[in-house]
C-alpha cells in the first residue's frame, strides 16, 4: 500500500507568532466556494444510530460525529488532506503557544437565529470541561487553565473580551493546540442549548452546512435527515439539496443499496465484498490510505487481565498468537496492513521501528511460553471473547482473530456479537464505570482520528482518565511523557517523545493493535463530485446530485 504522509500543522508553526490567519481561504482540496444549491438532488448515505444525544462534547463515535460535523462548525475545518481552515475563526495567533488570542469571523448564525459569539464558544467549552456534566469529551479541555477531574471549576483560562473575541490560557505551552479546535468537542453552542440540554440532543440547533430537517428529523434507529443551512457563512456550503443517512444493521445491505442505486454514497464496504468491490464499481470504487487504527481492548477489571504481571503477560502471548498478515490478506483483501504501532502512517511521525513493537509479530512458540507463564501465576479458566458490533461488518475478522487464539493457546475464544454499535458501547461505557454489563470480555475498537497529530491517537484513548479510555488503562510514566509532547514546540522532538510513550503501551499492552484500515467505499452513478478525505469520511457537501 502506498502510503502518503500529511504534514501535521503544528510542524509548520513558529513561535513568534503561531496563527491561522492566513489559512481561511484559497481553493485546496475540500473547500467549496461556489453557491449554495448548486445541485438540487438528496444525498443518501450509511450511517449508524448514534450512542448519545447529538451534544458535541458527549460524542466520542463515528456515527454521532459524521451528524455533528456537518450540522455544526468549528473554529477551524480539515480539507480533504487534513490540513487546518479557518471557519469561524478569522484568526489564532500566539507568542508563546500558551495564551493564545481567537478572533472570530462576523456575521455567524446559529439556525435558531442567535449569533455565534465569543461566548457561544467559552460557555460550550465551560459546559463540556464541567466533571458533574460527564461529558465523554471533557479531556479535550484539560490542557485548559483551571480544569479539574476532582470537582466542579470553570475554565478559568477562558476570557470574553469582546463579541469576536476571547482568550485562551493554556496549564503549559501545547503548539498543536490550534490543530485540535476543528474536533467536535470545541464547536459552539447556542444559549438556547443550555435551556433544555438533554431537548437540544435529540433536536441540535447548530451553525454549519446543514440542519436537522424540522421535527421528526431524526427517526431512531432507521435514520437522520439533514438539509442545507442557508445561513452558513463558511467555505463548506452545500452543493446537494441535502444529506439522510440511513441507519443500516449490516453493511451487506448498505452495499446491495449501493449497487442497485438505493444508496449514493458508501464509506464501509463489508469484508464480503472486498474481493469484488472494485471490479463491480470500476472508477466509482474508493480505496485509499485514512487516519484509522484498529484493535481490541482488554478491560483492566477483568480477571486474568489486571495490571500485574499475568495480566501482561497474557496480553503479549494474546499479540503473539495473532496471524496479521494471514488475516489481512484473507478476509481485507489487501485492504488494511497489519499495525506497526498504535497510530497510522498518514500521520507526520510515525514509526514503524518503535522498540516493543515485535510483540506485533506471529509468533505461536513465543505466545504458548508466554501463556504458560501466566499459568504458573495464576491458571486460566473461562473464555476469552471479543465483543463486536454487527452492523459495523466485524463478524469475519473477530471469528478470524478469536480462532488464531483458540488454535495457538488452545483456550476457548470467541466473539461476542451485538447487533447495533451503539448498545455495544452503552456496555463497554457501563463495565469501565464499574455498572451491570452484558460485556463478557475485550472489546473491538481503534481510532478514526479526530484532527492529524500523533497525540490524538494517544491521549483520549490510553491517557488517564480520558474519555475513549476503554480498558481504564492508567501509567504515570506514560501521562508524563504525553505531557512532555504535548508542551513542546518543536514538532519533530515532540513526535520522539510520543514514540518514547509508545514504548510503555507496548509493554503494557492496554489494547492489541491489528491493523490500519484503508477507507474502503464507493457511490452510486446518480452522484459526481465523491471525494474521500484524510480521516476516511467523504466531504459530503461537495457531492452533486441532480
Not at 463548506?236 to 451487506?252: H, L, M, S, W
Amino acid at each position: 500500500m502506498k502510503i502518503r504522509r500529511f504534514a501535521g500543522f503544528a510542524a509548520s508553526l513558529t513561535v513568534g507568532a503561531l496563527a491561522l490567519a492566513a489559512c481561511s481561504n484559497g481553493g485546496s482540496s475540500g473547500e467549496n466556494t461556489s453557491a449554495q444549491g448548486s445541485s438540487t438532488g438528496i444525498i443518501t448515505t450509511n450511517g449508524n444510530e448514534p450512542q448519545n444525544p447529538l451534544i458535541p462534547t458527549n460524542t466520542a463515535e463515528v456515527g454521532g460525529g459524521k451528524i455533528l460535523d456537518l450540522t455544526f462548525a468549528g473554529l477551524v475545518y480539515y480539507d480533504a488532506d487534513g490540513a487546518p481552515h479557518n471557519e469561524v475563526a478569522e484568526s489564532i495567533e500566539s507568542d508563546d503557544a500558551q495564551n493564545y488570542t481567537i478572533k472570530l469571523k462576523s456575521g455567524w448564525k446559529f439556525t435558531n437565529g442567535e449569533d455565534v459569539t465569543a461566548k457561544s464558544f467559552v460557555d460550550a467549552w465551560n459546559y463540556g470541561a464541567k466533571l458533574s456534566n460527564e461529558q465523554l469529551s471533557s479531556y479535550f479541555f484539560e490542557p485548559i487553565e483551571g480544569f479539574s477531574w476532582e470537582k466542579d471549576s470553570e475554565l478559568t483560562g477562558l476570557k470574553v473580551v469582546d463579541d469576536l473575541t476571547f482568550t485562551v490560557k493554556l496549564v503549559q505551552p501545547e503548539s498543536d493546540f490550534p490543530l485540535r479546535l476543528g474536533y467536535s468537542a470545541f464547536y459552539p453552542l447556542p444559549e438556547a442549548a443550555f435551556e433544555d440540554i438533554e431537548a437540544f440532543g435529540q433536536n441540535p440547533i447548530g451553525n454549519g452546512p446543514y440542519k436537522l430537517d424540522g421535527e421528526g428529523a431524526w427517526e431512531h434507529n432507521t435514520q437522520i435527515k439533514l438539509v442545507p443551512n442557508a445561513d452558513y457563512a463558511g467555505d463548506r456550503k452545500a452543493k446537494n439539496g441535502g444529506v439522510t443517512i440511513k441507519f443500516y444493521e449490516t453493511q451487506d445491505a448498505a452495499y446491495s443499496d449501493l449497487l442497485s442505486d438505493q444508496l449514493d454514497v458508501l464509506d464501509a464496504v463489508p469484508d464480503s465484498a472486498f474481493a469484488t468491490f472494485e471490479s463491480e464499481l470500476g472508477d466509482r470504487a474508493v480505496n485509499q490510505p485514512a487516519a484509522v487504527f484498529q484493535s481490541f481492548t482488554i478491560g483492566e477489571w477483568l480477571d486474568h487481565f489486571g495490571d500485574d504481571e499475568e495480566g501482561k503477560l497474557r496480553r503479549q502471548a494474546l499479540s503473539y498468537a495473532i496471524d496479521r498478515d494471514q488475516i489481512t490478506k484473507t478476509i481485507f483483501e489487501g485492504t488494511r496492513t497489519p499495525a506497526k504501532d498504535f497510530t497510522s502512517p498518514v500521520i507526520s511521525g510515525w514509526s514503524d521501528s518503535i522498540p516493543g513493537a515485535e510483540v506485533l509479530s506471529f509468533d505461536p512458540t513465543k505466545a504458548k511460553d508466554l501463556w504458560a507463564q501466566a499459568d504458573a501465576i495464576k491458571p486460566w479458566s473461562g473464555k476469552f471473547t471479543i465483543a463486536y458490533n454487527t452492523d459495523g461488518g466485524h463478524k469475519a475478522w473477530v471469528d478470524a482473530v478469536t480462532n488464531s487464539i483458540k488454535n495457538v493457546l488452545g483456550i476457548d475464544a470467541e466473539g461476542q456479537a451485538y447487533a447495533v454499535f451503539a448498545d455495544l458501547r452503552t456496555d463497554v461505557t457501563a463495565a469501565k464505570a464499574g455498572e451491570k454489563s452484558k460485556l463478557t470480555g475485550a472489546n473491538r475498537s481503534g481510532w478514526q482520528a479526530d484532527y492529524p497529530g500523533l497525540y490524538n491517537f494517544l491521549g483520549p484513548l490510553y491517557g488517564t482518565g480520558a474519555g475513549s479510555n476503554d480498558g481504564n488503562y492508567s501509567n504515570e510514566e506514560f501521562d508524563a511523557l504525553l505531557k512532555q509532547g504535548a508542551s513542546d514546540t518543536n514538532q519533530d522532538s515532540a513526535n520522539a517523545t510520543f514514540q518514547k510513550a509508545q514504548e510503555i503501551l507496548f509493554k503494557d499492552l492496554p489494547a492489541i493493535p491489528l491493523w490500519y484500515s484503508n477507507v474502503t467505499g464507493g457511490y452510486s452513478t446518480l452522484v459526481d463530485n465523491v471525494k474521500f478525505g484524510w480521516n476516511s469520511v467523504p466531504l459530503y457537501s461537495d457531492i452533486t446530485k441532480q
